[in-house]
């Protein structure tokens, strides 16, 4: 099997990097990772030969996230579900400024910060039924009803997916203005940072986490 008929999840999972990879061409490794690459790849227009030559030269630099399903849970919640946490409200904060202070620029945010309001709101109570009820019951291997909240979980997953795209529309893909102040840059970047550690978070746990009692 070559890298252009490879699954683009598949190739998330087994190539650390090819994440950041992914993102810069805007492809999608999580929830609608299940498409070979050469498809991905026309479907974003982005050149294939291209793209499976930055794949191959990636060497493993970071350390892949723990597989066992405990060290792999306890990865999740300190690396991402604590940080989405501390994040949030600091990004929610500097886009009620941005928009209060350049509320009349051409360029200016207008919804960011009640749309980061409501993803949090949605990625909070999302976070809980993990941590209160699905979480736990992997930690005690399974039960017989499992794929209902990890079906619920998928599509809630899925849901934050969109919830990205609408991000990325009201920053620009994250890139500010010319001339935009120090807060704006810091508020393009917060959304860059939460864009990345959701995609990478929902990646962990839709196919490294879940398959493992699919
Ligand atoms: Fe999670
Ligand atoms: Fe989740």
């Known amino acids: ?66 597989t066992d399903v405990h060290a792999l849970i306890d990865h999740v919640l300190e690396r991402y579900h604590e940080v989405h946490r501390a994040e949030f409200p600091e990004a929610i904060r500097l886009a009620r400024r941005v928009e209060a202070v350049h509320r009349d620029k051409p360029d200016c945010p207008h919804g960011l910060a ?49 919830q990205l795209e609408r991000l990325a529309e009201l920053t620009t893909d994250f890139v500010p203005p010319p001339g935009a102040c120090t807060t704006w840059r810091a508020l393009y970047q917060a959304c860059r940072k939460i864009d990345e550690d959701l995609r990478e978070h929902m990646h962990l746990e839709n196919n490294i986490l879940f398959p493992q009692f699919a």
């Open 1 to 66: 099997m070559t890298l252009a008929t490879t699954l683009v999840r598949d190739i998330a999972i087994e190539r650390p990097g090819a994440t950041a990879v992914f993102r810069r061409h805007k492809i999608d490794f999580c929830c609608n990772g299940g498409v070979p690459l050469a498809e991905a790849a026309a479907r974003r227009g982005v050149e294939l030969d291209a793209l499976e030559d930055e794949l191959v030269r990636l060497q493993p630099v970071q350390a892949a996230a723990p």
């Open 114 to 162: 009640d749309h980061l309001t409501f993803v949090f709101g949605d990625l909070d109570g999302h976070q809980r039924k993990e941590e209160q009820v699905l979480f736990p019951m992997m930690r005690q291997g399974g039960s017989p009803m499992i794929g209902f909240p990890i079906a619920r979980m998928m599509a809630e997953h899925e849901e934050v997916g969109e």
